[in-house]
C-alpha cells in the first residue's frame, strides 16, 4: 500500500527564515509526486509534479526536489502570504493514475 | 475562467436526509474526482470519472453515488445521511489524468 508521510505537522516561520518541508513515500514505481498548497477554507492549489529522483522545480520561493525516497519543499525567504498547509501527494504503479494517496500536510506560518 | 465551481458552500443535513453536491468545470477537462478531507487525514477518493458516460468507485464510495451525463458536471449524491459523512468534499478535475488536478473550494457538510 502507498504511504505518505509528511514533517513536521506544523512549521512556524520567521519572515525571511528559509526551511524545508519532508515528504516521505512508499511506492511501488513511482509515477509522479505532487505538491499542493491549501488555504483554510479553500481547495488544493496544484504547485509542482516531480516524476524522477534528482528533478527540481522552482516556483518564485518555492523549490521542489525529489529523491527515492523522499521529497523537500525548500522555502526561500518566505512571506506571510507563503502561510497555508502543504499536501504532499504520489501515484504509484498498483491502482493506476486514480489511485492518489495524498499526506496530511504541513500547516507553515510566516509571521512579519 | 470560472475553473471548477461546488455548490453549495455550507450545508447542515438531517440523520437520513439526502442531498446533492453541485460541481461544474469549464476546462472540458475528461478526469473529473471526488475527494473528502477530514481532520487528520489525508484527501480519500469517492468517486471518479474519466469522461461522459464513465464514473468508478474510488477508497471511499459507500453511501455515495455519481452520474456523468456531460463533460462539465459531475454532482454527487449523498443518499440517507449519517453522521459519518461530516466532512469537507472537494471535486476536482484534470485534463490528463495523470496528476496536477484543479480542485473546487469545497462543500463543508454537516450531518446532525
Redesign the interface.
Known sequence: EDQ?TQSPEALRLQEGESSSLNCSYTVSGL??L?WYRQDP??????LF?LYSAGEEKEKERLKATLTKKESFLHITAPKPEDSATY?C?V?GDSGG?????????TKLQVIP | NAGVTQTPKFRILKIGQSMTLQCTQDMNHNYMYWYRQDPGMGLKLIYYSVGAGITDKGEVPNGYNVSRSTTEDFPLRLELAAPSQTSVYFCASSYSGKGGYTFGSGTRLTVV
Open positions: 505518505v509515477r509522479g505532487f477554507g479553500k481547495g488544493p492549489e496544484f509534479t499536501l501527494a501515484v493514475y486514480q489511485k492518489v494517496t495524498f499526506g496530511i500536510g
